[in-house]
């Protein structure tokens, strides 16, 4: 069995200051681990993906995350946010001979000026 | 490329009346999926089909049925609506199973 938390339903933040939106996974095989972004009456969007090699893994518009095995963590920050970053986001994993994906249950980020 | 799209866009219906939501896309993709998306509960898998002429039940199918007409196209039938079923709809494709997914806009449906 494959599953996610998202340990937060709702993140905070002001415009420019860092933000980390926690995710941790439990699964009994080997992961590929992903990030989705949903922006208001929109349908999700990719962010970023771990399938293997380097465990940080970057997305276009400066957001990041890191695959931690040893803690089954995969948390995405950004150093520096904007009002257009105010969304919601999934993460999901799929564990290693599975063929779907299991999503937590999201983390909605409002960025305020 | 629309990527995948689905029809309607809304839909409001009574308790025990049937319909169908459609998704097609335009990618080639072999797996299709439908989620349903609930405040709070983030998005559970309905059904999926790995490739054209195959089905398999997500974690919540019950008072649902799908076809998967072609490669494009995967419908999702509500035969008797219950309150239960408000919800927002979304399909998603993939190029194979476990690959990265695209979705579609959604489906935002209520029943009465």
């Known amino acids: 069995a494959q599953s996610v938390t998202q340990l937060d339903s709702q993140v905070p933040v002001f415009e420019e200051a860092p933000v980390e939106l926690r995710c941790n996974y439990s699964?009994?095989?080997?992961?590929?681990l992903f990030w989705y972004v949903q922006y208001p009456n929109q349908g999700l969007q990719l962010l970023l993906k771990?399938?293997?090699?380097?465990?940080l893994v970057e997305s276009i518009n400066g957001f990041e995350a890191e695959f931690n095995k040893s803690q089954t963590s995969f948390h995405l920050r950004k150093p520096s946010v904007h009002i257009s970053d105010t969304a919601e986001y999934f993460c999901?994993?799929?564990?290693?001979?599975?063929?779907?994906?299991?999503f937590g249950k999201g983390t909605m980020l409002l960025v305020s000026p | 490329n629309a990527g995948v799209t689905q029809t309607p866009k809304f839909q409001v219906l009574k308790t025990g009346q049937s319909m169908t939501l459609q998704c097609a896309q335009d990618?080639?993709?072999?797996?299709m999926y439908w989620y349903r998306q609930d405040p709070g509960m983030g998005l559970r898998l309905i059904y999926y089909?790995?490739?054209?002429?195959?089905?398999d039940k997500g974690e919540v199918p019950n008072g649902y049925n799908v076809s998967r007409l072609n490669k494009r196209e995967f419908s999702l039938r509500l035969e008797s609506a219950a309150p239960s079923q408000t919800s927002v709809y979304f399909c998603?494709?993939?190029?194979?199973?476990?690959?990265?997914?695209?979705f579609g806009p959604g489906t935002r449906l209520t029943v009465l």
């Open positions: 998603a494709s993939s190029l194979a199973g476990g690959d990265t997914q695209y």
């Open positions: 699964s009994s095989v080997s992961v590929y």
């Open positions: 771990y399938l293997s090699g380097s465990t």
């Open positions: 999901a994993v799929r564990g290693s001979g599975y063929s779907t994906l299991t």
């Open positions: 990618m080639n993709h072999n797996s």
């Open positions: 089909s790995a490739s054209e002429g195959t089905t």
